[in-house]
């Protein structure tokens, strides 16, 4: 059966995954049941009652029911992934660490772990425990050895402000507008996740135009994201009710330009351009004169795109490590030469010749 994207299937989860053709999504984020098993109502200090999960969708019979369940649906999304595509679920520690165990047992391999540090949380009423401020979100590749899963790593860590962006996340729970709620204005489903949170897994994992696929949909948080940042979702959804919620929610939603969905590439997929190249084609010529950006140490460039200082001769590597007594150096960015305006990094030539080789 062909499925197109942007699509809610409404029906069992199981039924309309299986109904999926193998290899045709690129990532599954799925925010399955949490068989929190509640023995009674969670009440505040002031006996009012808290508006926890205890919907009949969230109960299993047994813990041995609910492996059962989780063995079935993870078993069918890794059928549908593309063999180069990835899983996120999350879950709370009620659940995500059986969750984990038959990720392993059916053979995605474990990418990360991400704790997503809610920055406000529900207290613990009863003061019998630490208040419970995080969940978890298990990162997986369809297999480990496979073809390499999507990472947007450096938009990451722009996103980061140029820093490495760390598996903790702080972010608040979906509250305000966002917040979705029902015909009598309470909240319209009790595990809403904030839009944030999937912006961030869709950015990290996926391209423009990817395929998501989140069986347990609920009121559509995966499907706006994917929306707005150009990607495509199936959703899969037994509840009528977050059905027709959902399609309001996304239809509600304006894409972002296309222009406007490119991330900063990583140096790693980029050509590689030997110095020797840059001589070659003329940006510098054998006997021109390279610096640091301090002006403290100088090397003359020679034909074969090796450099010479004093005794030391060998690669811009090397001349840099040594020079400085250093083990290693990034001889691209330590080496300058003089341009009208001052003292520019050699790499800005390795750029044009990228540049030049993209045209």
């Known amino acids: 059966m062909s499925v197109s994207a942007d699509t809610i299937l409404q029906g069992d989860c199981l039924a309309e995954l299986q109904k999926l053709p193998d290899r045709s999504v690129d990532l599954v984020f799925a925010d399955p049941p ?131 962006m760390r598996s903790d996340w702080s972010l608040p729970l979906c509250t305000g507008e966002e917040r979705l709620k029902d015909a009598a204005g309470q909240k319209a489903h009790p595990t809403q996740k904030p839009e944030a949170l999937l912006h961030r897994v869709i950015l990290a994992s996926t391209r423009p135009g990817d395929v998501i696929l989140d069986p347990f949909f609920g009121t559509g948080t995966t499907g706006a994201a994917a929306r707005r940042l150009g990607r495509r979702f199936i959703g899969i959804e037994r509840e009528s009710d977050y059905v027709a919620l959902a399609k309001a929610r996304i239809a509600t939603v304006t894409p972002v330009a296309p222009e406007d969905l490119a991330v900063m590439g990583s140096k790693k997929t980029e050509p590689r351009i030997p110095f020797g ?30 450099l010479v200082a004093g005794d030391l001769t060998g690669s811009i590597h090397k001349v840099g490590a040594m020079v400085q007594s250093q083990p290693a150096c990034n001889g691209w960015t330590y080496w300058h030469f003089k341009t009208d305006k001052g003292l520019a990094p050699i790499d800005v030539l390795r750029a044009k010749v990228r540049q030049g080789m993209a045209a």
């Open 34 to 164: 949490y068989n929190l098993q509640l023995g009674g109502d969670l009440l505040r200090p002031d006996n009012s009652k808290v508006d926890a999960v205890d919907d009949d969708w969230d109960r299993f019979d047994s813990f041995e029911a609910y492996d059962a369940f989780t063995n079935a649906w993870l078993k069918e999304c890794r059928r549908v992934l593309k063999d180069d595509g990835a899983l996120w679920v999350i879950g709370s520690y009620h659940n995500i660490f059986r969750v984990g165990a038959t990720l392993q047992d059916l053979g995605f391999w474990i990418l990360n772990d991400i704790v997503w540090r809610k920055s406000n949380p529900m207290p613990n009423f009863k003061g019998t425990r630490f208040t419970n401020a995080h969940e978890t979100l298990i990162w997986a590749a369809k297999s480990r050895g496979g073809k390499r899963y999507t990472f947007n790593y450096d938009a990451m860590k722009m996103a980061n402000d140029e820093l490495q």
């Open 277 to 306: 190249q840059i001589v070659e084609a003329g940006l510098l010529r054998a006997g021109d004169v390279l610096y640091d950006d301090k002006g403290r140490h100088a090397a003359r460039v020679r034909a074969d795109g090796s």
